[in-house]
């Protein structure tokens, strides 16, 4: 059964440092991987996946993440982290053997980016 | 496009009562599902459809039922509301037509039993 991990529940950053939220995952054939951020009150929007290709996936907002296939992780990251960032994100993962669109989310991790 | 909407957005019910939450959406995909979200456990799969008329379980199935008349609504029954039941509920969908499409989550439905 597939599954993910964020080991983190809070990352504090200072505005206009670099951020990395951390997400590590388990599946039984190849992974396809997503992140999305909830802003308060609000659904969820995506942000980036990851299928198959280079490892470095660049999404919405400045966001980019990086496939590690050996480590199992898939990290989101940005080179300069804004106030409006701070948000809930959550890494996901569906596994390239499940025939549906059955995902699998992480616990969440809360980001707060300070001015 | 309105994409995939939720209604209502706040509700109260008392335990035992039912209700049904209303999902829609106009996008055209044949999947949809339902995620429940409770504090430090993420979002977790309560019911899943892949058509009209095909529905299956999700993690966390007990205490909903889910009907799929037709390609547009998925509609979530709470038979008999338990404080348990006290949650933020998502609808999302997704074309099947592309096995690496992302979902597309509606607002949610803030949900409090008492």
């Known amino acids: 059964a597939q599954s993910v991990a964020q080991p983190e529940d809070q990352v504090n950053v200072a505005e206009g440092n670099p951020l990395t939220v951390k997400c590590t995952y388990s599946?039984?054939?190849?992974?396809?991987l997503f992140w999305y951020v909830q802003y308060p009150n609000r659904g969820l929007q995506f942000l980036l996946k990851?299928?198959?290709?280079?490892?470095l996936v660049k999404g919405s907002y400045g966001f980019e993440a990086e496939f590690n296939k050996s480590q199992t992780s898939f990290h989101l990251k940005k080179p300069s982290a804004l106030v409006s960032d701070s948000a809930l994100y959550f890494c996901?993962?569906?596994?390239?053997?499940?025939?549906?669109?059955?995902?699998?989310f992480g616990t969440g991790t809360r980001l707060l980016v300070s001015p | 496009n309105a994409g995939v909407t939720q209604t209502p957005k706040f509700q109260v019910l008392k335990t035992g009562q039912s209700m049904t939450l209303q999902c829609a959406q106009d996008?055209?995909?044949?999947?949809m599902s339902w995620y429940r979200q409770d504090p430090g456990m993420g979002l977790r799969l309560i019911h899943y459809?892949?058509?009209?008329?095909?529905?299956d379980q999700g993690e966390v199935p007990n205490g909903y039922n889910v009907s799929r008349s037709t390609t547009e609504d998925f509609p979530l029954r709470l038979l008999s509301a338990a404080p348990s039941q006290t949650s933020v509920y998502f609808c999302?969908?997704?074309?099947?037509?592309?096995?690496?499409?992302?979902?597309?989550f509606g607002p949610g439905t803030r949900l409090t039993v008492t």
């Open positions: 999302a969908s997704s074309p099947l037509t592309s096995r690496f499409s992302e979902q597309y």
């Open positions: 599946v039984s054939g190849n992974p396809y």
């Open positions: 996901a993962v569906r596994d390239s053997g499940t025939g549906f669109q059955k995902l699998v």
């Open positions: 459809s892949v058509g009209a008329g095909i529905t």
């Open positions: 990851y299928i198959t290709g280079d490892n």
């Open positions: 996008m055209n995909h044949e999947y």
